[in-house]
């Protein structure tokens, strides 16, 4: 084993999971930082949560090797799981029991110590915001408190290494700002924070590195700012008018030539706005407006937007539906 | 492991579908059949009849007559009825002076029956329509046909002891004189002694609580069936969350089986004791060992349910399902539903005994069935073994399920 893997969080290579005939992962290959913040991103399907599950010792899998921490984890590391915290996508407790009740139990699964258990459970409550809701059984929350009361129940214990799955589905915007601001500051306090998400602004809001999958591979790691200047998208300029089809001006011939410009990828007019996706360049922009004023468009408002982390998964996934 | 233990403790016992199917259900399902089975008994008694008794010259010829009614509870010492008196009487007489009379009593539903006396000196009963028809075995009531058919009895034997005496009087008057002679004309003859079998008087209905015992354990499997459920991570989010974490899973396992063993045995000493002491059905006289035998069956019944818990490739709701299905299915051959079950029951017993020893709902229901007939323990211990050994087997079935660590679905 190479000592970069050792110091790395979570060193995967070469993992093969398969399903009968489907490949879910498929030679993979990821590498978590100690003490960064790293999300995982994919569409459905892609194989996040078996790559998860891979290393959290849940599946079996048919080749590749798994290390957290250096060591690879077994049903039986109990030592290691310590260091380890999991909030799964699907809220997990148990109805029957009060917040605190809740988030006792599952530190109890990690910490014996009945004081030192006493402290950390507040420590969470506090940390979660919950504290006038710890006598409350989860039925009795709203969505937003009851995926807080999910997250406290995974970081209660302080692990050093913790799997968010999806924290904030259905999550209000209050509440989602809310988590990413706790799972900002654990990172602070110094865990590792391995984050999976569809919202691809949250990922980009507080991930230090982010990894694309899809069809079980890795398609792309690095920042965000790497990422999107893996794409051919430089920018995307929106143009309002309101008179390009008219005055005996044929809109199709304006469009034509806007999208027969080098930079220009593709142009789009909906009768009212004109959107241009463009490669990087310098002057896709006065390039561009020189075709409308050529013309005499009419401009009312212009943006020129750079590409998002939207656009980067978009571009390395694909648009078409998955499951 | 202390904590799981509380908290599948707290759990099940704040499980409000939980507490209805494996507290209350039980305990209602006793009640009917409280209600049902108390009528039941109550048709075999004696109830009193309403009689008219006509006390024209004809029976004030005859002062035996009026010792007799007296006797079976009609009339006062002083001749005068005692309609106002129910206590233990086979009859309660309303004294008219003419049939005419009784028989508009009788008309009216006042009386039942009449009693007259005829020109040779014997009793005579009339019985009414209304009566009649209500005593007919196929569509009356047991107690009145009962009733009737002692008082019927009863009156033809006095008048074949007057004829007897008659008889005596006419040929052989000195015969009178023998006390031995007297002695056997108030004898009366039987070919039959009765004897107790068992240490216990038999309760028919008994049995059919018991069954109860066998569905209440078998339900009870639900316990251990939801707490190994949530610890696996292949059927929920929470089995994920235990399973990742550092706590070995057969810790969690016999925390699992305790909290099942402790629910299922406070849920059916519950209904025990609600059987016991509110419905009065006997357990022998041997309560205490059906206390044994309680714990024995929920140990059982939570080892079956880790073990079809811990089944792979099933859902929880799909394991619950299986359960109640079980249940209900082993319960049928246990007796528990009726006349027709029971006897089906006793007939798996003596055809095919094998099948009978391994339902575990009938095996419960041996138990205290083995307290309440048998005057030896040894039947009830050998009950207890066989439901031990089960307990062991799915035991070591569930431990050899469970002992998968990883997936490779989820």
């Given amino acids: ?323 | 492991m202390r904590n799981s233990i509380l908290v599948y403790l707290k759990t099940s016992v704040r499980s409000k579908a939980g507490l209805f199917w494996l507290l209350a259900f039980p305990l209602i399902l006793a009640t009917l059949f409280n209600a049902m089975f108390s009528h039941l008994n109550e048709t075999y008694q004696l109830d009193s009849l309403d009689v008219a008794v006509v006390n024209d010259d004809t029976w004030k010829q005859n002062p035996y007559l009026g010792t007799f009614i007296e006797g079976i509870g009609g009339l006062d010492a002083d001749g005068g009825d005692n309609a106002d008196s129910t206590d233990s009487k086979l009859i309660v007489a309303h004294t008219v002076a003419t049939m005419a009379e009784a028989e508009r009593l009788m008309g009216e539903h006042t009386v039942v029956a009449a009693v007259n006396a005829t020109a040779d000196g014997k009793l005579h009963l009339s019985v009414s329509g209304q009566a009649a028809a209500k005593a007919n075995p196929a569509t009356g009531t047991n107690s009145l046909q009962i009733s009737l058919t002692v008082l019927r009895n009863l009156i033809a034997r006095y008048n074949a002891t007057d004829s007897t005496v008659r008889r005596i009087v006419a040929t052989n008057p000195r015969a009178l004189g023998d006390p031995g002679t007297l002695a056997d004309l108030g004898a009366y003859g039987s070919y039959s002694d009765e004897i107790t079998l068992t240490h216990f008087r038999p309760d028919a209905t008994a049995r059919f609580f018991y069954a109860l015992f066998g569905m209440v354990s078998l339900m009870a499997m639900s316990f251990g069936i939801t707490i190994i459920a949530g610890m696996q991570a292949n059927l929920s989010a929470l089995g994920l969350r235990q399973t990742v974490s550092p706590t070995p899973k057969w810790k969690q396992a016999t925390a699992a089986l305790l909290v099942s063993w402790l629910c299922t045995f406070a849920s059916m000493l519950i209904l025990m004791l609600y059987i016991r002491y509110v419905c009065g059905v006997g357990m022998g006289g041997r309560e205490p060992m059906a206390v044994l035998g309680i714990a024995v069956a929920a140990f059982m019944s939570s080892a079956l349910g880790l073990f079809i818990g811990a089944l792979p490739k099933l859902g929880a709701s799909a394991k619950t399902g299986l359960s109640v299905a079980l249940a209900c299915f082993c319960s049928l051959f246990a007796g528990l539903y009726g006349t027709f079950a029971m006897d089906l029951s006793d007939l798996i017993d003596r055809e095919a005994p094998v099948l009978s020893v391994l339902n575990p709902a009938k095996q419960v229901t041996n138990l205290f069935y083995d307290l309440m007939y048998f005057d030896s323990y040894r039947p009830f211990f050998q009950t207890v073994g066989i439901l031990a050994a089960f307990g062991f087997v799915f035991l070591a079935a569930a431990a050899f399920l469970l002992r998968r660590q990883r997936y490779d679905y989820l």
């Fill in chain 1, 1 to 323: 084993m190479s000592d970069t893997s050792d110091n790395n969080a979570v060193h995967v290579e070469h993992l093969v999971k398969r399903y009968g005939d489907m490949l879910a992962l498929d030679y993979f290959d990821l590498d978590v930082r100690r003490g960064e913040i790293f999300g995982l991103l994919g569409p459905n399907g892609s194989g996040k949560t078996t790559a998860i599950n891979c290393i959290l010792a849940l599946l079996t899998y048919s080749e590749g090797s798994i290390r957290v921490f250096g060591e690879q984890l077994t049903p039986t590391s109990y030592e290691l799981k310590r260091c380890i915290g999991i909030v799964p996508q699907n809220v997990a407790v148990f109805d029957e029991l009060t917040v605190r009740e809740n988030i006792d139990y599952f530190c109890s699964l990690y910490v014996q110590d009945r004081k030192r258990r006493a402290k950390l459970v507040d420590e969470a409550i506090d940390f979660v915001g919950l504290g006038e809701f710890r006598g409350f059984r989860p039925k009795k929350l709203s969505g937003g408190l009851l995926r807080r009361l999910n997250i406290a129940c995974g970081i209660a214990h302080k692990p050093d290494l913790i799997f968010f799955d999806e924290p904030t589905v259905a999550v209000d915007p209050q509440s989602r700002n809310a988590i990413l601001e706790g799972i900002q500051r654990l990172n602070a306090e110094g865990a590792t924070v391995v984050y999976t998400s569809h919202y691809m602004e949250e990922v980009e809001q507080i991930c230090d590195r982010v990894l694309i999958m899809d069809h079980g591979r890795h398609l792309a790691l690095g920042t965000c700012e790497e990422l999107k200047n893996m794409i051919e998208l430089g920018e995307r300029i929106s143009v309002e008018t309101l008179d390009l089809g008219e005055q005996g001006r044929s809109a199709d011939r304006i469009v034509e030539r806007i999208a027969a410009l080098d930079v220009v990828i593709e142009a789009e007019y909906d009768g009212r706005e004109l959107t241009v996706r463009c490669r990087r360049g310098e002057h896709n922009l006065l390039d561009i407006l020189g075709i409308l004023e050529s013309e005499n468009v009419t401009i009312g408002h212009l943006t020129s937007r750079p590409p998002t982390l939207n656009d980067v998964f978009l571009e390395l996934t694909g648009t078409a539906l998955r499951d």
